[in-house]
C-alpha cells in the first residue's frame, strides 16, 4: 500500500512538473513569434518586479495546503483508524460543512477575492510599479475585507474602485486607511451597492467608509 509521504510527494512533483510545462510552453510561444525582449519593452510598459519565492509561497498558501498537507493527513488517518472510524469522521464532517455551508463559501469567496485583485492590481499603474501586498482578508456581515501593505497606495487605490469592483464583480469597493500607519490600507468588497443618504460635504482626502480598519 503506498504510504502517505509517497502520495504527497507525488502531488507536490506534479504541480511542480504543470508549472514548469507551463513556463516553457509560454518561452517557446515568445520563440516562435520572433519578438525580442527589446521590441517588447518598447511596445508595452515595463512590468513591475515580480514577488519574492516567500511571498509567492504566501499567496499561494491555501492552495498549496490543499494539494499537500489535506491529503497527507486525510491518507494518514484513514491508515490509523481503520475504514469504519473514517467513514463515521468524514460523514461528520460532511454534516458540518453542509451545515456551515454559507461560512465555507464566504471563507472560499474571501481566498478568490485576493487572486481576483492581484489580477487586477498591474492595470492600475501604482507608484514605483510595485503591487501591494494583499496580508490577509476575511468574510464579515456579508462584506470580504482585504488588508493590505502599499507605500503610497491608498491615493491610487481609491481613484481605481470602479476598477478593482469590476474585477471583483461586485458594485462597490470601499478604501480605508489606517489612521496610524499610512502603508496599511484595507479594502472592504461589497456585494450590494450602498444606500445613498444626504450627509455633509467631506474634504477631498477623506472616503466615507463602511468598515474602518
Request: charged share 20%.
Amino acid at each position: 500500500m503506498t504510504s502517505g509521504p509517497a502520495i504527497v510527494a507525488a502531488l507536490v512533483l506534479g504541480v511542480a512538473v504543470g508549472r514548469l510545462s507551463r513556463h516553457l510552453g509560454g518561452l517557446l510561444r515568445r520563440r516562435l513569434t520572433g519578438r525580442s525582449t527589446e521590441m517588447t519593452s518598447r511596445q508595452a510598459p515595463a512590468a513591475a518586479p515580480r514577488a519574492s519565492f516567500p511571498a509567492r509561497l504566501y499567496h499561494w498558501r491555501w492552495e498549496i495546503l490543499a494539494v499537500t498537507l489535506l491529503p497527507y493527513g486525510v491518507v494518514t488517518f484513514a491508515l490509523w483508524a481503520g475504514p469504519l472510524w473514517t467513514t463515521a469522521v468524514f460523514a461528520a464532517v460532511a454534516v458540518v460543512a453542509v451545515l456551515r455551508r454559507r461560512r465555507v463559501r464566504d471563507r472560499l469567496h474571501a481566498i478568490a477575492v485576493q487572486h481576483r485583485l492581484r489580477a487586477a492590481f498591474p492595470h492600475l499603474r501604482l507608484p514605483g510599479g510595485r503591487h501591494p501586498a494583499i496580508l490577509w482578508s476575511r468574510p464579515r456581515s456579508g462584506d470580504i475585507v482585504v488588508s493590505l501593505y502599499g507605500r503610497e497606495a491608498f491615493n491610487h487605490l481609491h481613484r481605481n474602485r470602479s476598477v478593482l469592483a469590476a474585477a471583483c464583480g461586485v458594485p462597490e469597493v470601499y478604501v480605508d486607511r489606517h489612521p496610524r500607519y499610512a502603508s496599511l490600507v484595507t479594502l472592504t468588497i461589497s456585494p450590494t451597492e450602498a444606500r445613498r443618504e444626504p450627509r455633509a460635504v467631506l474634504p477631498s482626502n477623506v472616503v466615507p467608509l463602511r468598515v474602518h480598519s
